[in-house]
């Protein structure tokens, strides 16, 4: 037996190799204890002494190449393989349904409040959770001796650095001034605080977000709610744009038939001031459903949705509108109430509870 005539036979099998067990047997032929690359070398010894070196040489390198060549036709008998193992497919079974997840039902009537707005022209800003005590009050025609700004009624914060401004800059400061202590803000209308500084009139912004306020949790109640803020200032602004605008949110948000009512009220920051109310959207204003009182408005037949008025000349003040020449309106709703009312959800904590088969419903 010479490597010539071993390399020859090794070409004509390797051809006709067509399945891994084939590879096998021939690896086994060739490399084997008993196989021909074994009795190749066990006839080196038969040699004269000065061939063997190069036999040696000779037999070393063919079984390289054979190994080199049995692990190529392997991989890819392997891979043959692995596209002709039969399928059981049953095309009758239904698929794998893929778990998609969606927005918050918060998150999507937020959307959806200040879409409408941006529709309108306004323009969308976020403002900082951490305030400084006076963006959320002084600035906003609250004196310091408010019941709103006692440690009781709002969260302050135990640090000297003040909040985050509405371009994201950190200012520092170690020691706090008089007014400038922290708190998470109780209103988003420090809001319109940071926007009024930063920008001249004519603005219109809304600035939706997290407020805080330490209530004891219970059905209506909850120390984190959401809100949305608007305003609009400009030359000549009166309470009759205020009135458009917002009955033109309540009918895209709540359907074209929905009435609207003023009731006076009281906030520092807006002068006349108003609380506005939409004819219930459970039983369309009549007090009851279904000869029965309605649960949702209790009878009343309307829904307080939202503050509102026009802004206080001292809020003009606070920001450096002092020229007199503008005027503007502000209102301020909350997100977790008017999803309530338009899904008929009685309980304000289901919210934050994370229970799938509530968010499910979304
Ligand atoms: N900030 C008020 C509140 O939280 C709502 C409001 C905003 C009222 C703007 C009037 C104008 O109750």
């Not at 037999?59 to 392997?78: F, T």
Request: proline content about 5%; charged content about 25%; aromatic content about 10%.
């Amino acid at each position: 037996m010479d490597i010539k005539s071993v390399k020859a036979q090794i070409d004509s099998d390797i051809d006709k190799i067509n399945s891994l067990e084939a590879l096998e047997a021939f690896s086994v032929k060739y490399l084997g204890r008993k196989g021909v690359i074994a009795e190749l070398t066990s006839q080196i010894p038969s040699l004269a002494a000065e061939q063997r070196p190069d036999a040696g040489r000779d037999i070393n390198s063919l079984k390289n190449q054979l190994k080199d060549l049995i692990d190529s036709h392997r991989a890819i008998l392997s891979r043959q393989a692995s596209f002709q193992k039969p399928r059981s497919v049953d095309i009758t079974l239904p698929g794998t349904i893929q778990d998609i997840g969606n927005k918050h039902p918060l998150t999507q009537v937020m959307d959806e409040i200040c879409g409408i707005f941006v529709s309108l022209g306004f323009k969308l800003f976020e403002g900082p959770e951490i305030e400084t005590e006076y963006n959320n009050f002084q600035a906003l025609n609250i004196p310091l001796n408010h019941p709103s700004c006692d440690p009781f009624d709002t969260f302050y914060l135990d640090t000297g650095f003040a909040a985050k401004d509405t371009d994201n800059t950190e200012k520092k400061q170690q020691k706090p001034k008089a007014n400038q202590r922290l708190l998470l803000r109780s209103h988003t209308s420090p809001g319109q605080i940071r926007v009024m500084k930063k920008y001249k009139p004519p603005v219109a912004a809304i600035v939706p977000g997290k407020v805080y306020r330490p209530d004891a949790t219970d059905a209506s109640h909850s120390f984190m709610f959401h809100q949305v803020e608007g305003f609009l200032v400009d030359k000549d602004v009166k309470f009759s744009d205020l009135k458009g605008v917002l009955e033109e949110f309540s009918k895209i948000m709540f359907g074209a038939d929905t009435k609207m009512r003023f009731r006076p009220h009281f906030f520092p920051f807006t002068e006349p001031s108003a609380e506005v109310d939409i004819s219930c959207i459970i039983c369309g204003g009549e007090g009851k459903s279904l000869a029965k009182t309605c649960s949702v408005c209790k009878g009343k037949g309307w829904l307080e949705i939202l503050g509102c008025g026009m802004i206080h000349p001292n809020v003009f003040k606070a920001v450096g509108y002092s020229d007199g020449k503008f005027t503007g309106f502000a209102f301020g709703m909350g997100v977790e109430r008017i999803t309530m009312l338009k899904y008929g959800i009685d309980d304000i904590r289901i919210f934050f509870e994370n229970d799938l088969r509530f968010l499910k419903q979304f």
